[in-house]
């Protein structure tokens, strides 16, 4: 079972930026897909970015569109999701997560949240105007 530990989040005003990292344990990284997702209160967890086991292809959620960035480093086991211009309705719990299945890319990659089985903690995110 894959460890994976989130970092980066914090308390930042509206219009300002924020890296999350996200390190995985394990020497089986590079086969799957990776995501961000987060949860508001009282709301679902939603898809926010994955990106393919390569990281040739990225899906993101129209409300991040042009604002976040996913990126994942296979040699140094790590996803980051870049937050930049970030809004109120930001504000969540952001988790990092492993996709089911090895080796998806291209069309075969999803944003469904039942599709990722492997979760970390989650690190706060909290954007104040």
């Known amino acids: 079972q894959v460890q994976l530990v989130e970092s980066g989040g914090g308390s930042v005003q509206a219009g300002g930026s924020l890296k999350l990292s996200c390190a995985a344990s394990?020497?089986?990284?590079?086969?799957?897909?990776m995501g961000w997702f987060r949860q508001a209160p009282g709301k679902e967890r939603e898809s926010v970015a994955v990106i393919s086991w390569s990281g040739g292809s990225t899906l993101y959620a129209d409300s991040v569109k042009g604002r976040f960035t996913i990126s994942r480093d296979n040699a140094k086991n790590t996803v980051s999701l870049q937050m930049n211009s970030l809004k109120n309705e930001d504000t969540a719990v952001y988790y990092c997560?492993?996709?089911?299945?090895?080796?998806?890319?291209?069309?075969?990659?999803?944003?469904?949240?039942?599709?990722?089985?492997?979760w970390g903690q989650g690190t706060q995110v909290t954007v104040s105007s």
């Open positions: 394990g020497r089986t990284f590079s086969w799957y897909a």
């Open positions: 997560a492993r996709g089911r299945q090895q080796f998806i890319s291209g069309g075969d990659l999803t944003r469904q949240v039942d599709e990722y089985d492997q």
